[in-house]
């Protein structure tokens, strides 16, 4: 059976179509691959806060993206976390949060935290990129 290519680009979110996709599901294998998806409205435009603030509104949105490919955040397999200005004890506290935000006893994902000096645009300091599981 071929694999076939699903787009998702939920409302909520900005509108790339002709840039990027924000997820492709490959069916029938059951895959989601996101796009990095950072602080920001539906607009493109950051949405300030510290790292932490910025680090969460990058997961709710991460959340829009996996509901509209019919997958949730447990369903997660693999995450990369890039941070602006990375800092053992800066990981550690966005770990920790994410961490707590699992439901209990739920299958950690494989992660990686990269330290970047910079990301899409001025301000933002963190970007979270999945695979997940339908």
Not at 8 to 29: C, D, F, K, T, Y
Not at 56 to 84: F, H, M, P
Request: proline letters at 7%.
């Amino acid at each position: 059976m071929a694999n076939s290519v699903r787009r998702i680009n939920p409302r909520g979110l900005p509108q790339l179509e002709s840039v990027i996709s924000h997820a492709l599901v490959v069916e029938p294998a059951g895959l989601i691959y996101t796009s990095g998806q950072l602080s920001w409205d539906e607009s493109g435009a950051l949405v300030d806060g510290t790292m932490l603030e910025q680090f969460r509104r990058a997961y709710a949105n991460l959340d829009l993206v996996l509901q509209a490919a019919g997958s949730s955040r447990e369903k997660i397999v693999n995450e990369v976390i890039y941070l602006v200005g990375y800092s053992p004890e800066t990981a550690g506290e966005l770990v920790a949060a994410l961490a707590s935000e699992r439901p209990p006893g739920s299958v950690p994902p494989t992660s990686t935290v990269v330290g970047v000096q910079t990301l899409f645009a001025p301000g933002f300091l963190v970007e979270v990129q999945v695979v997940a599981t339908t």
